[in-house]
């Protein structure tokens, strides 16, 4: 007869896999009152599955029938920061410098998940890095592994918000941890931090402001009032992060896989805006910079070429005035229009 799991049995199998932090919540719904507030403003921009999937969401019962716990687990990629990036440049956000973390949690998901099937051959289970409609930050608080900051992003007190997310959905009752206490207090550094206003209240990030949202999640052109304030990052950004006092210094905890690789904390805008799509392939895949796509990140490069006001960007972006890719195209024009002659 197989041995019914239990928490610490799940807990030991999630840090064997590598987990830096793991705990448990019962599979109970959310309070709804976070997304709609997001949905209700129409902070989530073009990111229409959010809405789409709302009942999914807030309930891990209609993801796994039968439901009963939820295991939330993360892995920090907190390393030291030093200088910013030359000119010239665009900065990556930090989470993206190394493996593609989606590759990485979901591979130790999957040894977690079958590590619980040998002990218990019928457990039903799901596991999910951003892919299913289940709200980690959520569930990472309400099983104990830090609080959903003003910034929204989840910080815990060993990695600070350094971290990335994954979740397990499982059939079978087990003991949950207590849910963590905010513990940002009065302090709001992160809201003046965000250089787009993206954070008009604590707890709501409007994406429709957001810079990691414009340089990632966006597909084709970017309207002129944003394309002019993307300041120095060319793939996400990490300003509400770096004021938040969790994380001045941060660990030196980054698991090995999501070290940043050469070469990926910052990188040459000359060279995006002559990059191929082979070479995007070569250079990208398996990183979470491929996320944005060839014409994204050419795109965003013409847009910071532009920002930056150096004639000698000139050139490149004459010859992608007239790309084929017609958001390349369109920012290579913005671009043209903000450099001196």
């Known amino acids: 007869m197989p041995t019914p799991l239990d ?4 807990k030991a199998a999630a840090h064997e896999a590598g987990f830096h932090e793991v705990g448990i919540a019962r599979a109970e719904p959310l309070d709804p009152g976070p997304l709609d507030r997001v949905l209700a403003a129409g902070a989530e921009a073009d990111m229409a599955w959010l809405g789409a999937q709302r009942d999914q969401r807030l309930d891990p019962g209609k993801v796994l029938a039968g439901a009963r716990s939820v295991v939330a687990v993360a892995l920090s990629h907190a390393v030291p920061e030093g200088e910013g990036p030359a000119p010239g440049f665009g900065e990556v956000a930090r989470y993206a ?8 949690v979901k ?5 977690v998940v079958a590590r619980l099937l040998e002990r218990d051959p019928a457990a039903r289970a799901l596991p999910s890095c951003d892919v299913a409609p289940v709200m ?3 569930w990472a608080q309400r099983a104990g592994l830090g609080w959903v900051g003003k910034n929204g992003c989840l910080i815990t007190p060993r990695h600070g918000s350094w971290v990335v997310l994954g979740t397990i959905l499982l059939d079978r009752e087990l003991e949950p941890d207590a849910p963590f206490a905010e513990r940002c207090g009065a302090c709001s550094l992160c809201l ?14 409007d994406a429709r402001r957001c810079i990691s949202f414009w340089t990632i999640e966006r597909r084709g052109e970017i309207p002129p009032e944003p394309a002019g304030r993307l300041g120095r990052w060319v793939f996400g950004c990490d300003d509400c992060q770096t004021v938040c006092p969790w994380n001045r210094p941060p660990a030196g905890t980054a698991d090995l896989e999501l070290v940043p690789r050469p070469g990926l904390r910052a990188l040459e805008l000359a060279g995006l805006l002559r990059l191929t799509e082979e070479e ?5 895949y398996g990183t979470a910079l491929a996320r944005a796509r060839h014409d994204g990140l050419v795109r965003n490069a013409c847009l910071l ?4 006001e150096d004639p ?7 010859a992608l005035r007239d790309s084929p890719l017609p958001a390349v195209s369109a920012a290579a024009r913005w671009a043209l229009g903000r450099l001196p002659p």
Request: glycine residues 10%.
């Open 7 to 10: 928490s610490a049995f799940v």
């Open 192 to 205: 003046p931090a965000c250089p787009t206003g993206a954070i008009p209240t604590p707890g709501l990030v």
């Open 312 to 318: 000698a960007h000139r050139p490149l972006l004459s």
């Open 136 to 138: 980690e930050k959520a």
């Open 97 to 104: 410098r190394g493996r593609d973390y989606h590759t990485v």
């Open 280 to 284: 995007y392939r070569r250079r990208f």
């Open 107 to 111: 591979r130790r998901l999957a040894a």
């Open 305 to 308: 070429a532009g920002g930056s």
